[in-house]
């Protein structure tokens, strides 16, 4: 018996890039800084301005990264949540419901960090047992929702 597996690769909003990819500008025009504090204070001031602009070139870096690797495997036994080099796997027995939200969500969002969203709006929301809440934004949130109503009972 083979086992069913259905795979959404979302695309990123343009929004979402805009607004990491400021992150990206902000670090570039602190690097001339940098180069002009050089002559006129300490070591520690060039130091800090290259270290702040390097974290932002990383974190932009990383995040983008994220964003455009994320893919969502749904099978029998849960969802398998890949961004990047990470990923997370829950068991469909950790949640008790579901629902779509086409409302800007970004804002409900209380466990940052937890699975990327690369949509503003239009998500759907998996609610555990513990009380967490995982949003998802999938290219066609009502097939992927037909999907995860199969599994989650």
Known sequence: MTKETYLDKPVPSILLIVIVSSNLILGLLALPLGFFLIGKIPLIGPIFIFSCAFLALLYTGL????LGTTKYYLDTTGIDIRFGIWHRFFAWSEFNGFERQKKVFVFNISSLGSTPCVRLKDALVLR??????IYLTPNDSYQMLEKIAGFIR
């Open 63 to 66: 995040t983008l990264f994220a």
């Open 128 to 133: 555990q047992k513990n009380g967490k809440l």
